[in-house]
T-cell receptor, first 113, second 113 residues
Framework: DQQVKQNSPSLSVQEGRISILNCDYTNSMFDYFLWYKKYPAEGPTFLIS?????DKNEDGRFTVFLNKSAKHLSLHIVPSQPGDSAVYFCAASPTSGTYKYIFGTGTRLKVLA | DGGITQSPKYLFRKEGQNVTLSCEQNLNHDAMYWYRQDPGQGLRLIYY???????QKGDIAEGYSVSREKKESFPLTVTSAQKNPTAFYLC????????????FGAGSRLTVL
């Protein structure tokens, strides 16, 4: 039972355009969400997060949107750059009791120059 | 610099041998985690520990064991009972206060021949 899903395994975007990566979750106990970027044979690096008390969080070129009723979040990257090419993982966790972070399967983003 | 050190980076073992992956952090974080990454399956939680001398099974704990005798150390043993041990293993940690963000190490690639 996959509690965090990223249904698009890959995405190609032209440099300068917007990249939109999507993530869905099923567990209503999740109230904290994170996005990570990962290169091959390296550990993931944290990009941006959002708490369930918000519906939007912005950091530079990265914006995360949360739709709690739909159990859906998305990461927008504007403008996309070739250096953004990587695998992006979303993760979710409850923030009461056990902090158990569950990750999606990842979306490979390729930004074309 | 504070961070998480995983060793070894690459490890080859024969089938039926136990192997221990090291994870050390100097971030003074209380919680530590082990994940496994396989192609197309994202990051799956093996074990996690929220405090010293305590740990819980994740979603795929069978065939693995851990210990948490010191705050800074959380070694993972891959036993001969693990059916498909070849994978990329990631260790992470989280501080109890402040942002609920996981910090990852660079990973260890285990190949069983």
């Amino acid at each position: 039972d996959q509690q965090v899903k990223q249904n698009s395994p890959s995405l190609s975007v032209q440099e300068g355009r917007i990249s939109i990566l999507n993530c869905d979750y099923t567990n209503s106990m999740f109230d904290y969400f994170l996005w990570y970027k990962k290169y091959p044979a390296e550990g993931p690096t944290f990009l941006i997060s959002i708490s369930s008390i918000k519906d939007k969080n912005e950091d530079g070129r990265f914006t995360v949107f949360l739709n709690k009723s739909a159990k859906h979040l998305s990461l927008h990257i504007v403008p996309s750059q070739p250096g953004d090419s990587a695998v992006y993982f979303c993760a979710a966790s409850p923030t009461s009791g056990t902090y158990k972070y569950i990750f999606g399967t990842g979306t490979r983003l390729k930004v074309l120059a | 610099d504070g961070g998480i050190t995983q060793s070894p980076k690459y490890l080859f073992r024969k089938e039926g041998q136990n192997v221990t992956l090291s994870c050390e952090q100097n971030l003074n974080h209380d919680a530590m985690y082990w994940y496994r990454q396989d192609p197309g399956q994202g990051l799956r939680l093996i074990y996690y520990s929220q405090i010293v001398n305590d740990f819980q099974k994740g979603d795929i704990a069978e065939g693995y064991s851990v210990s948490r005798e010191k705050k800074e150390s959380f070694p993972l043993t891959v036993t001969s009972a693990q059916k498909n041990p070849t994978a990329f293993y990631l260790c992470a940690s989280r501080g109890m206060w402040g942002a609920n963000v996981l910090t990852f190490g660079a990973g260890s690639r285990l190949t069983v021949l």
